[in-house]
């Protein structure tokens, strides 16, 4: 004898997290698996935290090249070179700080597709 139901049940439609509650899921999350490694911690919770795992993908990728570090140097030359010495370091690392910022600014805005 088998049971067959006349209607199924429903699948479960999983909403995404807003992007206030993703960031406390992952702290809660990283807490209580604070000795898993990078790639297992966003390989077990991408589903969860998609955002952030997209997020840790394309930022926490470790460069072939110092490039970055090379293109945030030459950055600071070129500023440091326009301005000439008459440019306190507090306001070349002022000036780097709101380049940072700038890009922070487009993470916010991050989404997904």
Known sequence: MSITRKNPLPSLSI????ADLEIATFLILF????STDFQTFWKNHTRVLPRLSQIARQYN???????????VFSVTGAIKNIRQASMSSVTLRSLMILRKKKNIEKL??????
């Open 15 to 18: 909403q995404p997290l807003s």
């Open 31 to 34: 807490r209580d698996n604070e």
């Open 61 to 71: 990728a470790i460069p072939a090249a110092s490039v970055y570090l090379e293109q």
């Open 108 to 113: 916010r805005s991050f989404s997904l597709p």
